[in-house]
């Protein structure tokens, strides 16, 4: 799975990195690189940043000279920020080893802006004035509240030869579908990596899509070129139909001519390619082998250009195209947004079908081998799937009846409320199993959330920081139904001071716990959440809750209730009693070292290896205890609130 992960993106970098010199001097690229959160999640057993890096590691070592390149990343400054987007290499002369230098750094934080990340990208590419690619690389969705299918519209209509190419880490149809439209809008690919033959594919069709737009690079002089045989003008033609007694195909078809022979792994040296429907070739007389292709259509055979001769070869595509819209209800119009994918027909022992082709465009549009298929259609998390029939040299067009409505889903603190930000919602079915559970349909981490679902009864639950609320909801095919949830909740931001602490507060640990107001029947409290920041601001439901407040490690320890009012935001100041102590060997020891701080009852506060550490204590009495091989020092002490102390023992003789 590493492998094919790191494979899919190489193919998209390649297509463009190692079309030649000609190519890199005309277009320049960014490349957009997903450093969200969840880059730190694993596919077999390696976190997905790694591979990202690696596979960009592998790439900038082929880029030719004049490629220029820059590199943008967001998500990796911090956790919760939508604009931390970040040109960490401007468009310039590749240098691979400062480049990796600056990617190797790049750590994985936040949340996946990446809306605005190619918005930003192609206008630092002038995309409204030079021809211009971004190449996105992201495993997840956007969750930041922004339209990618929107912006994908306006940079395809406002910019000059600009390109979107998408590279999806392993992400759902639903995911795919949501930014997919990136590329099919701007004219680029969307490659996702789901077994070796779509990665063949892909790598293909990207290959020869850039290859037949740019043009082709002058060939390196070989260092002592054979003499080729004079000619006369071209001396092959190459044309291809869909079915027998079909009219030549004009446009689509792409060519790869080959030595006949293979080498010992089964592959051919290629002679020449060509992007025209209808190619004329100028080659030496003798054997070759060609190689057709036309989206999933392929074809190939040996052909042979006779000495003086010409050669007039036309290709039997055995194809026909398939075009598929999606309909929300009987009678409604086609949905503009829909997902494809087209499988084979029969299943495998495993009850699974092939995957034949994808497609993110609202109206599919296959050419693929005559055959029966199964088309799946798409629109957010509705599916709907319908068997299909394609015949040679003919059109076949479908219509997929989903049955969906739309609902959209916000939330706010109070009745009448501003939608709330950083709120998360999950949709569940409202039929309950034999266990008492739901089945979950769908998620969002938008602000207002907007689902495509089965006409049919629904839970959606919203959860805001420890806040929750649900509601139920009916969606019916064909309507739009917009719910407005209200939390009822409100906000405490927390902070420390230290009496009789002059200046800040050091930089020790800080943990705040929050916890219900009310005891069990045992006589303890239910922690409802906790954090270790400076000055968090955590989302409560309204109502009466208990604060325990820690600073440090040791003992320093207060607790308060708190309350928290819907819709407003409470701060709530802890006032510790804390000394802060720094405990040193004066002295060099002879020997292991190890301290031992107890309180005037004699309980172990800490203990430590270190010659100098640093405790957050309560005010009171302490014995402090100093041990070097098998000899031990003591010294008391007292400390106060807002106190900085510094205890040396000298190493006992």
Partial sequence: MTQRIAAIAMLALSAFFLNGPAHAQERNVMLVLDASNSMWGQIDGKNKIVIARDVVRDVLGDVPAGMKLGVLAYGHRSEGDCNDIETVLPVEAVDA??????????????KTPLTEAVRRAAEELKYDDVPATVILVSDGIETCNADPCALAAELASGGVDFTVHVVGFDVTAEEAASFSCLAERTGGQFFTARNAGELTDALDTAVQDVAAAEPEPEPEPAAEPEPEPAQTGPNLK??????????????????????????????????????SAVS??????????????????????????????????????????????????????????????????????????????????????????????????????????????????????????LGAGVLVVSASATEG?????????????????????????????????????????YVVVARSGEAEASTEVEVVANQRVERQIVMELGAVKLATTVAGLSGAVPAVPHRYEIETASKNLSGK???????????????????????????????VVTETDISVAAGQLSEVTVDQQAAFVTFAVDGTPEGRV???????????????????????LAPGDYEARLTVGDKTANEAFTVTTGETLRIQIAPPQ
């Fill in 97 to 110: 080893d400062r480049y990796m230098s600056v990617i190797d750094g790049i750590n994985p934080k936040g």
């Fill in 238 to 275: 190459l044309s291809a139909v869909p079915a027998e007694g079909a009219e030549v195909m004009t446009s689509g078809p792409y060519w790869v001519v080959f030595e006949p022979t293979a080498d010992a792994n089964g592959k051919r040296k290629e002679v020449k390619r060509s992007g």
């Fill in 280 to 401: 004329t070739l100028e080659l030496p007389p003798g054997k070759y082998w060609v190689e057709v292709s036309l989206k999933n259509a392929r074809q190939a055979r040996e052909i042979e250009i006779p000495d003086g001769g010409i050669a007039d070869e036309v290709f039997v595509l055995g194809a026909g195209r398939l075009t598929a819209v999606a309909l929300p209800a009987e009678g409604a119009d086609p949905l503009d947004e829909a997902y494809w994918i087209l499988y084979e027909q029969e299943k495998d022992l495993n009850g699974k079908r092939k995957e034949v082709a994808r497609s993110g465009s609202a109206k599919a549009d296959f050419f693929v081998p005559a055959g029966s298929y199964w088309l799946e259609g798409q629109y957010k998390s509705t599916k709907g799937g319908m068997d299909v029939a394609v015949d040679a040299g003919k059109l076949t067009e479908e219509v997929l009846v």
């Fill in 417 to 457: 409320g501003e939608p709330l930000d950083q709120t998360y919602y999950i949709v569940y079915e409202a039929q309950q199993d034999l266990s008492g559970k739901r089945k979950e349909v769908a998620r969002s981490g938008r602000d207002v959330a907007e689902f495509g679902l089965p006409a049919g009864s």
């Fill in 525 to 555: 409290r239910k922690q409802i959440m906790a954090s270790a920041k400076v000055e968090p601001v955590l989302r409560l439901s309204a109502g009466e809750y208990h604060l325990v407040a820690k600073l440090g490690a040791q003992n």
């Fill in 594 to 616: 190890r301290w031992d701080i107890a309180d005037a009852a004699g309980k172990n506060i800490g203990a430590s290896a270190r010659a100098e550490f640093s405790y957050v």
